[in-house]
């Protein structure tokens, strides 16, 4: 298995953290990204410290909501708290870095939503140096409108900086857009993860994912590209909706890792 492929939680959201790392480590996974929302659950977090120490699977990355209750607008500084919470988390068992969603605008416009998003984040910034540990934000779908304001790749770079952060690359939300490659290099300074899946053309429900190799997206030319930039960094497999849970969390994730671990070992990553 290559080194630099990373599983998601997200697939296996039904199950312990504690089954989804030693799944990891049972396929050859060396890293995993964890997610909050699971690792704040009664012993959770206990648990996945002890997992991680045992199976030697690292942790790439967590993801973290922020301003989800309810929205950037009407946020009272429960996602600075919540996010100071994560940073904690995150060093106590070792990952190196959380990549956000926002959380939704309400009525904002979307450079007043930036604005709110930098000024909620700021108390973070000192407090995740602190402790070693990356702030990403990254793009996703406009579907996503309701929790998340950046959406294309440029967006979220202009994000990123508005807020004195890191970026993460989703390719399946950006794979479309004009001057990808030109858009990548600008995010490239900031980029601490991409993450890695397909988009099967005519799909019309969110999520959308598909195992990589299955859709449309041009996966072989963009990481070539990415690698080419020189990111030296993990790359995140995704994997939710309707594609992934018809064929079962474990097995779509099995050829997801295999596909991406030989398309790596064959770009020469």
């Not at 990355?61 to 904690?88: V, W, Y």
């Not at 601490?192 to 990589?212: E, H, K, M, W």
């Amino acid at each position: 298995m290559h080194p630099r492929v990373c599983l998601h939680q997200v697939a296996f959201m039904a199950e312990t953290t504690a089954a989804f790392v030693e799944f990891c480590c049972s396929i050859g996974v060396q890293h995993c990204t964890l997610v909050t929302p699971k690792l704040e659950q009664p012993r959770e977090q206990e648990t996945a410290r002890k997992a991680l120490a045992e199976t030697g699977v690292k942790p790439g990355c967590i993801n973290h909501p922020f301003a989800m209750r309810p929205d950037l607008e009407s946020d009272s500084g429960g996602a600075t708290k919540g996010l100071l919470q994560a940073i904690d988390m995150a060093a106590d068992i070792g990952a190196p870095s959380i990549y956000l969603v926002t959380g939704g605008r309400g009525a904002l416009s979307w450079e007043q939503a930036a604005d709110r998003f930098a000024e909620l984040i700021a108390p973070c910034r000192e407090a995740a140096q602190q402790k070693g540990v990356a702030l990403l934000v990254e793009n996703a779908s406009a579907l996503n409108v309701d929790i998340h304001i950046a959406h294309t790749l440029p967006d979220t770079t202009r994000l990123a900086r508005a807020a004195g952060i890191g970026v993460c690359i989703d390719i399946q939300p950006c794979w479309m857009e004009a001057g990808l490659k030109e858009n990548m290099a600008e995010a490239m300074p900031l980029t601490g993860l991409v993450q890695v899946s397909d988009y099967v053309l005519g799909d019309r429900t969110a999520p959308n994912r598909a195992v990589p190799g299955d859709g449309a997206v041009p996966l072989e030319r963009i990481i070539g590209d990415i690698l080419n930039l020189g990111y030296a960094g993990l790359f995140d497999l995704e994997l939710v909706g309707p594609r992934i849970e018809q064929e079962g969390a474990q097995a779509a994730s099995k050829r997801a890792v295999d596909y991406l671990s030989n398309l790596l070992t064959k770009l020469g990553a």
